[in-house]
């Protein structure tokens, strides 16, 4: 985890964490008063200098997906789309009422 800054503006934006296995950046989930300090003006592009000239500190992409699961069962990609069948199906049958 790296702490990253959305803005180079002093007191604009609060500190985020950045995770470069995940890709992602996001706020601490403990209410602090470190989550509140101003980052410094160089932190925004620290990050993606740091792994731009440094491509070995990289860490490799994870191989397995995230697979949605009811109850450890995997739901079937057809799920989705027979839920937005038959919501509009229902939102039809709606406005005829």
């Given at each position: 985890m790296l702490s990253n800054s959305l803005s180079d503006t002093p007191g604009e934006a609060l500190v985020?964490?950045?995770c470069p296995k995940c890709m992602d950046v996001s706020t601490p989930k403990t209410p602090s008063r470190k989550h509140h300090t101003k980052?410094?003006?160089w932190v925004?592009?620290?990050v993606t200098m740091l792994f731009t000239v440094h491509t070995e500190c990289r860490p490799k992409q994870p191989t397995n997906q995230f697979m949605s699961k009811v109850c450890s069962c995997k739901i079937h990609p057809l799920s989705y789309q027979m839920q937005f069948q038959a919501a509009s199906n229902f939102e039809s049958i709606k406005t005829v009422q």
């Amino acid at each position: 985890m790296l702490s990253n800054s959305l803005s180079d503006t002093p007191g604009e934006a609060l500190v985020k964490l950045y995770c470069p296995k995940c890709m992602d950046v996001s706020t601490p989930k403990t209410p602090s008063r470190k989550h509140h300090t101003k980052a410094p003006t160089w932190v925004p592009v620290s990050v993606t200098m740091l792994f731009t000239v440094h491509t070995e500190c990289r860490p490799k992409q994870p191989t397995n997906q995230f697979m949605s699961k009811v109850c450890s069962c995997k739901i079937h990609p057809l799920s989705y789309q027979m839920q937005f069948q038959a919501a509009s199906n229902f939102e039809s049958i709606k406005t005829v009422q």
